[in-house]
């Protein structure tokens, strides 16, 4: 059997001129790094740096229900998110596992763009498309209509203000704007995934190079670099944000991953899920979960996923990520573990590192925090 050929993006005839390293992720072609992960990542923890995103998934979803749709196939309360904002929010299965963790965007009064992880949108247009049964509104792949660069880091705000005449300063945090940016059409969005401020461009494909030009030529003076995947992971790592697959996955509920925050029982009607989240969320407060912490080495032994937590001779949890913090100049690692060694400072905590307990901190997400 011959598997599917890799999907490349817009932009990787430029990520092979820059030299960079490829990685199969998600059945995409995409750049780990350029160079230095850890130069990459302080780039974006200091100055700035350049991503190709163009491997998420973009699903729309119109029509006089489309917010009906939404609140019934998703657990956050979409109808109450203004047009121009955006929302952080799950889809799950009807026994409470999740799915994925999503974006959705209020482009309209009757349209919306769900965002999802590039190995999950399959999964997630085909329920929203399953669910739509009933509801005025259209669900639309619109995964090749978009390619999308992220600007990342403290110079980001600067860079984007000398290529556009948008109102970067009015936008907020997880809200969206249609603007013009380097003479490009583009859905500006104040969202990422590093713990910096910054901003996402979805723009056609057809655009991407002309916006990563730009962009790279606008941010040189201030040491904005591209950025591979890598250090987007420890970028998010370092703070504290869930990564399907490793944090979120369908054998754990939004309470148990500690984010029942965004699953709103007080919306109108019922939702995919709603019977088993209840019993969930009684269960959690009754006898609480394993609870999701960060974990700091004293030692350079890196933890990876899947590793036991343990104290006392006994498994008290398991490494959910891992990797060396540019940051902090240490290993460190997110993981699961019983709400009872769950409190920062908690003493005897360690990973078993290949049969060798590894002592470690515990300490509270995130690990970085970036000075507004």
């Known amino acids: ?68 749709l939404l609140d019934h196939a998703l657990v956050g309360n979409i109808s109450s998110v203004g047009v121009g904002r955006a929302r952080y929010t799950m889809i799950c299965q009807e026994d409470g596992g999740i799915l994925d963790d999503l974006i959705v965007y209020r482009l ?152 029942g925050r965004v699953v709103k029982f007080e919306k109108e009607g019922d939702f995919v899920g709603r019977a088993a989240l209840h019993e969930a969320a009684e269960r959690a407060e009754q006898n609480p979960p394993r609870v999701l912490v960060g974990l700091v080495a004293e030692g350079r032994r890196v933890p990876r996923a899947g590793y036991a937590v343990v104290s006392g001779g006994k498994v008290i949890g398991e490494v959910t990520s891992g990797a060396p913090s540019p940051t902090l100049g240490k290993p460190i690692a997110i993981a699961y573990v019983d709400a009872v060694h769950s409190a920062p400072g908690t003493p005897g905590v360690g990973v078993d590192i290949r049969g060798s307990h590894e002592p470690y901190e515990v300490v509270a997400l995130p690990f970085y925090k970036r000075q507004k």
């Open 108 to 259: 309209g009064e009757q349209e919306y763009m769900v965002v999802a992880n590039a190995s999950n949108a399959q999964v997630v247009l085909d329920a929203l498309v399953e669910r739509a049964a009933g509801f005025d509104a259209e669900v639309r792949d619109d995964r090749d209509a978009y390619a999308l660069l992220a600007v990342q880091g403290p110079e980001s705000p600067g860079i984007l203000k000398s290529l556009t005449d948008a109102d970067l300063d009015g936008l907020k945090y997880y809200a969206g704007l249609p603007g013009t940016v380097a003479g490009v059409p583009a859905l500006i969005a104040r969202t990422g995934y590093t713990g910096e401020d910054g901003f996402e461009l979805f723009v056609a494909p057809e655009h991407a190079e002309k916006l990563w030009q730009a962009l790279t030529e606008a941010g040189a003076p201030v040491g904005l670099i591209p950025c591979g995947l890598s250090c987007r992971d420890t970028l998010r790592l370092e703070a504290g944000m869930p990564l399907y697959g490793h944090e979120l996955t369908t054998s754990l509920t939004p309470f148990d991953a500690g984010l």
């Open 1 to 68: 059997m011959s598997s599917s050929p890799l999907r490349r993006t817009a932009l990787d005839a430029r990520h092979r001129e820059l030299g960079a390293t490829m990685t199969d992720f998600a059945g995409w072609d995409m750049p780990l790094r350029y160079g230095s992960e850890r130069d990459e990542h302080i780039a974006v923890r200091t100055k700035a740096g350049l991503f190709d995103l163009s491997h998420m998934g973009e699903i729309t979803v119109t029509g006089p229900q489309a917010n009906r």
